[in-house]
């Protein structure tokens, strides 16, 4: 056979004789070079349908934002209920002439029971400045000290240290039997009531973060939507990569590249979003109602969870896509 | 070890026809073999065949050796890597510049960009179309399309080179060309399977030529005085031939 003349300094490169294997570098190095070669198509893949690519992300930036919502301003209903549960108490007004170590027997004997959780002693003085405090402040200036009623007592705060509702009837009823105690004064609204709609409450919260689960589960299909565009765009293309030698992996790599991209932005923003209101309401909460939002997760795992959540969502979508639809 | 080894292949489709009876016939490494026939003979399907798109339904396939039957689907990408196509159509990436349509095998094979760069700017100066390199497909014209296309199968430096009609769509000029193209492709060692039905580009060119109708191999023609494969026989139609000119660069009428 006759060899060409071979190129001397005027050609470029050197392609020179044809080998009967294709030349390979180091199998490492390679793959190397690929995954960036592929992590480039990947993001070409995000510019083939712009609109498109826009309208997921914006769609996972909304269904993650609504879970954050969800999860952060449910919290405030959970707390407010909780610490009004905790704080549901009976109090016990003592007859003048008990002395103290009868009231130390007394709360002795209270606190051995499993449905208190605590028991707290306040002399007349005590009670009178906290009713002072209920009053309206010019009404409570305007009055002299001793117009304000205060009488030693003894509060005790419900406990549910069996898990379950505190025996508010039973409670009062026994408290009613001690032969020092004036008058017992029940609590407004009973602590079972308060903790069954802080329980509902739950509920509710976790039902609407399934609910928005759901939502950001089914904006996986415009992954899925946007990626089948993606592959009809490029059908010509991938039949021919196909031809000359490209593996599955090969096609289906910068389709998760752009998938997991679109999911991780779109989640990320949403989550962004999300934080950026609970905040803005968070500061006005505290001013006006005195209440704070928690988030659902601490604001340091918050990134890093929305960029895994958006993988998965990316990841899941564009193997349902691919999975379906690669020539 | 040939090339290409067809025994006693079958290609039969659901319907019942039977594109290909009984082929059997070897390509060595290095030869340069016309499939002509009418349309409908069968070349396209023994293509297909060779590029694994389709399986035979009875007979043995090897290329270089690997008996396609037994070929797994996740090595057949292997296999094409070893082997450059070329279509009538081109079938180039139209929103690809001329550098990248070339390049896009490189990428399959992992390579550096420096070696990618290296390599098809090579492969745009022997083909002549160093100066297309930022060009996109639709603003050339056929023949430097097809010349696209063949180098993007010639700088993956394949063993053997399957070409389907690459001159359908072209003049007789162009046509010339390509088949120049592709003589310098044998003669730096690869081997080339060519479908044409075009008489008169084969008496052009003479090779070894297999003529197929209706599924059978006819012929096994075999140019007077073309002993061994590989050497390049160059056409005669225009005489002048194809070669690589003092600066390496293959062109159609000699010199560039």
Known sequence: MDGPQKPSDERPGASGEHSTQPM???????????AAHLLTEGVRGLLISPGQVLACVSSLAVATCL???????????????????????????????????????????????????????????????????????????????????????????????????????????FLKKIEDVDVVAEPPVGAARIRAAAAAVRFGRLALSLLAGLLLLSTIFFVVGTLTRTMERRRDEMNILRLIGATDAFLKAPLYIQGIAQGALGVLAGAIAGVFIVSAANSWLATELAVSIRLPTGQGLLVPLALLAGAGVGGLGAFIATSRRLP | MPAVEIDSVVKRYPNGTEALNGLTFNVEPGEFVYLSGPSGAGKTTLIKLLLRMEKASDGDI???????????????????????????????????????????????????????????????????????????????????????????????????????????????????????????????????????????????????????????????????????????????????????????????????
């Open chain 1, 24 to 34: 390979s570098p180091p199998r490492g190095l390679a793959a190397a070079r690929k």
């Open chain 1, 67 to 173: 879970v954050t919502l969800f999860g952060s301003f449910g919290s405030v209903a959970v707390d407010a209920l909780e610490r009004a549960g905790n704080r549901a108490h009976v109090i016990i007004y003592l007859k003048e002439q008990v002395p103290s170590d009868r009231v130390n027997e007394l709360m002795k004997t209270i606190r051995g029971r499993p449905d208190v959780n605590d028991v707290r002693y306040l002399s007349a003085g005590e009670d009178r400045a906290r009713n002072a405090a209920l009053l309206p402040r010019d009404l409570a200036a305007s009055l002299p000290p001793g117009e304000i009623p205060g009488q030693h007592c003894i509060e005790v705060g419900f406990g549910d240290a069996s898990g379950g509702a505190p025996d508010v009837v039973g409670l009062t009823a």
């Open chain 2, 62 to 256: 090897l290329v270089f050796g690997k008996n396609l039957k037994a070929l797994r689907r996740s090595s057949i990408p292997f296999l094409r890597r070893n082997i450059g196509v070329i279509f009538q159509d081109f079938r180039l990436l139209q929103d690809r510049n001329v550098f990248d349509n070339i390049a896009v095998g490189l990428h399959i094979l992992g390579l550096s960009r420096r070696e990618v760069k290296s390599r098809v700017e090579g492969v745009m100066f022997d083909l002549g179309i160093d100066r297309y390199a930022g060009a996109y497909p639709p603003m050339l014209s056929g023949g430097e399309q097809q010349r696209v296309a063949v180098g993007r199968a010639l700088a993956m430096q394949p063993a053997l080179i399957l070409a389907d009609e690459p001159t359908g769509n072209l003049d007789w000029e162009l046509s010339s060309e390509i088949v120049r193209l592709f003589e310098s492709l044998n003669r730096r060692g690869a081997a080339v399977l060519m479908a044409t039905h075009d008489r008169f580009l084969i008496e052009a060119f003479p090779k070894r030529t297999l003529l197929l109708n209706k599924g059978f191999l006819i012929e096994d023609l075999k140019p007077q005085g073309a002993g061994t494969a590989g050497t390049g026989t160059t056409g005669t139609g225009t005489g002048t031939g194809t070669d690589l000119g003092e600066s390496g660069r293959i062109s159609a009428d000699g010199d560039d």
